[in-house]
């Protein structure tokens, strides 16, 4: 079946430094892809998507580019700050009507 | 105007009671979901309705009941709780573009479970 694998965190970084979440995913068809960041007492909400291949999403700063040939969507950030501190999840959307997250990768930030 | 509320936000409760959850929407979606977070963020879908009908019904055990009054309210019971199911359970409604659910989900912020 439709699943989607991402690196395992804790990923810890200082801040300013460049931020890379693998992800890659395993779909029939052609799924839409998402990433979407948890920050702390709070629910999910959408970071970012990407529905067709080579599309690139990009939001507050981050960026994903949908890569069919190596079934990836790895999210990228050129310089993280303190506040970028959460959980991110990435996901897609199947065609059997499901969407389906990753384990989600913890990112903390250091001042 | 939250667009997605959930309540109640905790919940500490026995072994063997019966405790609803409720969920409600005001941005006019038709598709709603329940999902379960483990302590360790692992996210797992448990049910859908699309226009109050159920179109997902994962491997979930049957004291989980969800019932849909209409598409903007979407509430799950759940009967002799356990105690696995402490979890934080999200809401979710999504978006939908000539009728084909999109995949943009809206949470809610979570009803945290406890089961003592």
């Known amino acids: 079946g439709d699943s989607v694998t991402q690196m395992e965190g804790p990923v810890t970084l200082s801040e300013e430094a460049f931020l890379t979440i693998n992800c890659t995913y395993t779909a029939t068809g052609y799924p839409s892809l998402f990433w979407y960041v948890q920050y702390p007492g709070e629910g999910l909400q959408l970071l970012l998507k990407?529905?067709?291949?080579?599309d690139k999403g990009s939001n507050k700063g981050f960026e994903a580019t949908y890569r069919k040939e190596t079934t990836s969507f790895h999210l990228e950030k050129g310089s993280v700050q303190v506040s970028d501190s959460a959980v991110y999840f990435c996901?897609?959307?199947?065609?059997?009507?499901?969407?389906?997250f990753g384990s989600g990768t913890r990112l903390s930030i250091r001042p | 105007d939250t667009a997605v509320s959930q309540t109640p936000k905790y919940l500490v409760t026995q072994m063997g009671n019966d405790k609803s959850i409720k969920c409600e929407q005001n941005l006019g979606h038709d598709t709603m979901y329940w999902y379960k977070q483990d302590s360790k963020k692992f996210l797992k879908i448990m049910f859908s309705y699309n226009n109050k009908e159920l179109i997902i019904n994962e491997t979930v055990p049957n004291r989980f009941s969800p019932k849909s009054p209409d598409k903007a309210h979407l509430n799950l019971h759940i009967n002799s709780l356990e105690l696995g199911d402490s979890a934080v359970y999200f809401c979710?409604?999504?978006?939908?573009?000539?009728?084909?659910?999109?995949?943009?989900?809206?949470f809610g912020e979570g009803s945290r479970l406890t089961v003592l």
């Open positions: 996901a897609l959307y199947s065609s059997a009507s499901k969407i389906i």
């Open positions: 979710a409604s999504s978006k939908t573009s000539g009728g084909a659910i999109t995949g943009e989900l809206f």
């Open positions: 990407a529905t067709k291949a080579d």
